[in-house]
């Protein structure tokens, strides 16, 4: 990872995480602001490794900021999932190409199974006493979630596309 990148995704992440912690709910759902920055480091990067490394500095601001009781763990390990997931879109399917509506998808698929992978762990595994209640979690939590992050995640997309033209300039 380059100089520039790693200093351009510590500022993301660094932003992402005071967000993450202080953003109120909209209509009792959090968007994932971190998670919205996670994606724009990877945009940034575009190599596997730092893909790795990003995912899992995230997870542990994550584990540090989240509210949900047990949810540590499953920070880690959801924004590993997703970090790999939209690598994987960014690279293979979109050929490290980037507009609207690519930015739109990668970024919906990625909140959504984010969200999925942190109830799945947090509910199945550290409170179980909730399994009933996760595919309500899903419904009214993590599409909602996934809705604010999409638009959240295109703004930020189009801000990185003016802000490299300028810093071309």
Do not use: W
């Amino acid at each position: 990872m380059k100089t520039k990148e790693m200093v351009m995704s510590a500022v993301l992440l660094a932003l992402g995480t005071v967000l993450h912690y202080i953003t109120p709910p909209i209509f009792g759902v959090t968007p994932d602001m971190l998670l919205a920055m996670m994606f724009l480091a990877i945009f940034i990067c575009k190599k596997f490794s730092s893909t790795i490394i990003i995912s899992l500095v995230a997870g542990v601001l994550a584990m540090m900021t989240t509210k949900f009781p047990g949810g540590q763990i499953p920070s880690i390990l959801d924004k590993l999932a997703a970090g790999i997931i939209v690598y994987a879109i960014y690279r293979f399917i979109f050929k490290f190409e980037l507009n609207t509506v690519k930015s739109a998808i990668i970024n919906f698929v990625g909140t959504l199974l984010s969200g999925f992978v942190f109830l799945a762990f947090a509910v199945f595994i550290f409170t179980p006493s909730m399994s009933s209640q996760f595919l309500t979690l899903v419904a009214t939590v993590v599409l909602p979630a996934s809705l604010m992050n999409t638009v959240l995640g295109v703004l930020l997309a189009k801000s990185l596309k003016v802000s490299r033209k300028l810093s071309r300039a």
